[in-house]
């Protein structure tokens, strides 16, 4: 009962966009939000996954939704290289390391570090 609540309240909570605000979130608000894990952890009495495999996975289904949907916006921005044997896409180009920490620049070194394995 208590990790059901903890996964419909708790975790809904915390995870809430974080595809989008984890990757500029400074190493301090992590630490925080993976405090509050480890002491639901200890309430609820088993292991829950770390805040630090969350946005990955979410990130990578946001991602494959956008991919899929040419009517998003953001759709434009997954493109693939022209190499048919490898297809990575291409990685945008950033100025800032605030845009570098954004969403589509995440999500597409992710998705290209998973293509490698």
Not at 30 to 38: D, G, M
């Amino acid at each position: 009962v208590l990790l059901r609540f903890y996964t419909a309240i708790t975790e809904s909570v915390i995870t809430s966009s974080i595809s989008v605000w984890f990757g500029s979130a400074t190493s301090q608000s992590k630490h925080s939000l993976q405090w509050i894990v480890r002491c639901a952890e200890r309430i609820i009495g088993c292991p829950l996954p770390s805040i630090t495999n969350l946005p990955s996975a979410r990130s990578n289904k946001t991602a494959r939704k956008i991919m899929a949907d040419p009517s998003h916006p953001g759709h434009t921005l997954f493109q693939h290289l022209p190499s048919l044997r490898n297809q990575r896409l291409r990685a945008l180009n950033t100025r800032t390391t605030h845009h570098l920490h954004s969403f589509f620049p995440q999500a597409i070194t992710l998705i290209n570090s998973h293509k490698l394995l």
